[in-house]
């Protein structure tokens, strides 16, 4: 395996870790920061404080590594299907499957620890710009920032989220590498190697527990929403209920993603290019399933955080009632909430789509052979290219689609169960601006995730396609 490949493959995980890594220590900074730019005489208030900020930041930390985790683990299961016969003929001339997965979980630390130092590196350059600009020592404006104080830029905190980022990268690379225990030295002579629709429905006990999870979550959301009707305690169950139905729609994706693939194929019209790339998404559960459950988990993100917030400040208006005066502090105490606390989650959105991105290049670098054969039946470069881009418009349309109906569905309900026992059943408020700047979002990553593997794929030469192997 050549170098070159080996970095187009780790690429988007160099890039995931660094994002995570600038994202955590970032924050840890920050928190820092706003904790020194305290008055020194508010010693006790000035630690409440920040202990409240690191536990906030220690619940969005959290939500980017796990999206981030299910971005590199399905980055990792790309690579083995893709390295197929190089693991097959590494394992004819004796190598176990343990061994195997140690040298890709190993490939994993190191990426993820590159990525790490990186994103220090960055964050604490934008950290230290930050102090810069704002004890007004560039550009000589305004300071918002006391001038004197000594603002750390290091905290001991910052080692452990590097260190964590780095683990969880690794961790999530030996995940995302079990399947090398099931290829033969047989396999040798094939190239990249998919499970079926037959062989991914055949995963039986995979399935059985996803449809646990979704059917506990079900009955915990539902007795949730009977609970907000007598007390707010409620939002606890419906904490579990979120949290388990999801977790089943992410491990059962490989069952819950080819239908509404299928779906939004009907989008791309009958002609042979949209045929065929309604067909690709389909073909491989497995692998459509991988490249879409990420975005998914960041926009239902994004749209529960909107939702809940929206609607908690509708409710709340309607349950205590407030002078005009105070129903403008609220809107603007809440516009300022929501808006910070979507920017953070829209972080992990970000991180998804690069996985998007990612996964979709891989599966072009593996499918030489199939798109050579479609060029040598006389597709033009002009419809291979439009073919990559449908498929990459069908899977971002049916991420988006489940992603915002989950959000609004687990926003609404969250509110709900706070202020069930003062309104009864209310119905949900939906920030119109955010979902249609998610729904931009979702259209600019169509257009974006599919220019480097539709250029790639025009590239090939079908003769050179055919005779690889």
């Not at 930050?130 to 004197?148: K, S």
């Not at 055949?202 to 907000?228: K, Q």
């Not at 979709?360 to 593996?366: E, K």
């Amino acid at each position: 395996m050549n170098t070159g490949s080996t970095l187009r493959e780790h690429a988007a995980t160099i890039i995931v870790t660094a994002l995570s890594s600038l994202f955590a220590v970032t924050l840890i900074l920050t928190t820092g920061l706003m904790t020194a730019a305290i008055d020194p005489a508010l010693a006790e208030e000035s630690a409440t404080f920040k202990a409240t900020l690191l536990i906030v930041s220690a619940i969005f930390i959290m939500i980017a590594l796990y999206v981030g985790a299910i971005v590199t683990a399905n980055t990792f299961a790309t690579i083995i299907a893709g390295r197929t016969r190089t693991i097959a003929l590494l394992r004819l001339v004796g190598a176990t499957s343990a061994r195997v997965r140690t040298r890709v979980a190993a490939e994993g630390l190191l990426m993820g620890t590159i990525g790490s130092v990186i994103g220090l590196i960055l964050a604490t350059g934008l950290v230290a710009g930050a102090i810069q600009w704002g004890t007004g020592a560039w550009g000589g404006g305004p300071a918002i920032l006391p001038a004197g104080r000594d603002y750390p830029l290091f905290d001991p905190l910052v080692i452990g989220a590097v260190a964590t980022v780095a683990l969880t990268t690794w961790v999530a690379a030996w995940a995302g590498s079990r399947r090398v225990g099931a290829v033969s030295p047989i396999a040798a002579t094939g190239a990249a190697v998919e499970l079926t629709p037959e062989q991914a429905k055949g995963r039986t006990g995979r399935t059985v527990i996803s449809i646990l999870f979704l059917a506990g979550g079900a009955v915990l959301l539902a007795l949730g929403l009977l609970l907000s009707l007598g007390s707010p305690l409620a939002i606890l169950v419906s904490f579990f209920g979120g949290l388990f139905s999801f977790t089943g729609i992410a491990i059962g994706a490989h069952f819950v993603m080819p239908p509404l693939l299928k779906l939004t194929g009907r989008l791309l019209g009958r002609g042979p290019v949209g045929s065929i790339a309604a067909g690709n998404a389909v073909r491989f559960p497995e692998r459509s399933a991988r490249s879409t459950i990420g975005l998914v988990i960041g926009v239902t993100l994004v749209t529960m955080f909107a939702v809940a917030l929206e609607s908690y400040k509708d409710m709340a208006l309607q349950a205590f009632g407030a002078a005009q005066q105070d129903i403008e502090v609220l809107n603007q105490t809440m516009a300022i909430t929501t808006g910070v606390l979507v920017g953070l989650v829209g972080f992990s959105a970000i991180i998804a789509a690069i996985g998007l991105v990612n996964t979709l290049s891989l599966s072009v670098l593996q499918r030489t052979r199939e798109l050579g054969l479609l060029r040598a039946l006389g597709f033009t470069s002009g419809q291979v290219r439009r073919m990559v881009i449908a498929e990459s418009v069908q899977m971002v349309v049916a991420s988006l689609g489940l992603g915002l109906v989950l959000g609004v569905l687990y926003g609404w309900i969250a509110a709900q169960s706070l202020f069930g026992a003062s309104l009864g059943l209310a119905a949900p408020s939906i920030p119109l601006p955010i979902v249609a700047g998610v729904a931009g979002f979702g259209v600019l990553l169509a257009i974006g995730a599919a220019v480097v593997p539709a250029q790639r794929a025009i590239r090939i030469s079908p003769v050179a396609a055919l005779a690889a192997a």
